[in-house]
């Protein structure tokens, strides 16, 4: 009889009850409603089909699309004090952390990788918002410090793709010290006469948007993605009016001079290498021109404006 009850019946009802497809296997686009494949979500680098909406991206996900051939050398970082405030509100702060890491595979909220994009090598650093909202804390600082200074120390250009909700407010001021110690960080990049070029993704806010992701020497912002410091909301409880409509898109933001390009994700890596060349000054043949995106339904992908595309002829 415990043969039967603890054997046989069991495997009788995982057969019957056994789901034909797993969960995931469709997405839903949260502009058009359109359900989409998920495998043919992944090949189209999470840009939906149909609408164009660009869904957020994991940060290993967005490093083996943007390098050739998805291979790089992944950066390590230093060990730092996990909780240093002891903090705790609903949950312990080193639950939360053990959490997102469970969650996404990876030890904080940054991925760095050192690789070739169209033959131009160079340093990549993402943020991934599905770590703690892509906060910024004591690992996530140390992370970006570490990868500029590899940047620094192999002569290489920087790229910062951003995604975050700002400080991470469990470890208070020590995440605040962060936007300084970034701030020097991209101030030593400059000084070593390196290229820093950052890419804002949705969605962009707080002490991010207050240090390293506005002091690029070229800005590069994603169709639609969420760009500013505090949110709509905030702001007009504060101001007492009303934003316009599309305040802190980055269509909006480009046309009041606030971002250089919005440029769509299948562009990135064309657009980042082309303005690599040219700001490395780079021989003319090394310099890959940036081929315009191919018509469709999607309105929001943006080529290379065509001056710059002329100057990397020009080199």
């Not at 502009?31 to 043919?40: I, L, N, Q, W």
């Not at 950066?75 to 509100?89: G, M, N, V, Y």
């Not at 992370?143 to 470890?171: C, N, V, Y």
């Amino acid at each position: 009889m415990n043969w039967i009850n603890n054997i046989v019946r069991p495997k009788l009802r995982s057969f019957l009850n056994k789901k034909e497809s797993p969960d995931n296997l469709w997405v839903k686009c949260p502009v058009s409603g359109e359900m989409v494949f998920y495998k043919d979500l992944e090949a189209n680098q999470w840009v939906v089909p149909g609408s164009g909406h660009h869904m957020r991206i994991k940060a290993s996900d967005r490093l083996a699309s943007f390098f050739d051939g998805g291979i790089y050398e992944e950066i390590s970082f230093p060990e730092t004090a996990q909780d240093p405030l002891k903090f705790r509100d609903a949950k312990r702060y080193t639950d939360r952390l053990r959490d997102a890491r469970n969650k996404t595979g990876m030890d904080d909220a940054i991925l760095s990788g050192e690789g070739h994009v169209l033959g131009q090598k160079l340093v990549a650093c993402v943020q991934d918002f599905e770590f703690n909202g892509g906060s910024l804390g004591l690992a996530a600082g140390e992370a970006i410090l570490t990868s500029m200074m590899q940047a620094i120390d192999h002569k290489l250009p920087f790229i910062m793709f951003t995604a975050s909700g700002g400080a991470r407010m469990q470890e208070g001021v020590l995440s605040l010290m962060q936007m300084p110690r970034t701030t020097i960080g991209v101030q030593m990049l400059k000084e070593a006469g390196l290229p820093y070029i950052v890419v804002l993704c949705d969605p962009t806010f707080g002490g991010v948007t207050a240090s390293y992701a506005m002091l690029g020497d070229i800005q590069i912002a994603e169709p639609d993605a969420l760009i500013g410091f505090a949110g709509a909301r905030v702001i007009e409880q504060t101001i007492r009016e009303k934003l316009p409509d599309g305040f802190q898109r980055s269509q909006y933001l480009h046309d009041h001079g606030m971002i250089d390009m919005v440029v769509h994700r299948h562009n990135l890596r064309d657009t980042i290498s082309s303005l690599v060349g040219i700001l490395t000054k780079a021989p003319a043949s090394e310099v890959v021109p940036v081929k315009p995106l191919k018509k469709s339904n999607d309105k929001s992908a943006e080529a290379l404006p065509p001056s710059i595309a002329e100057a990397a002829h020009a080199e």
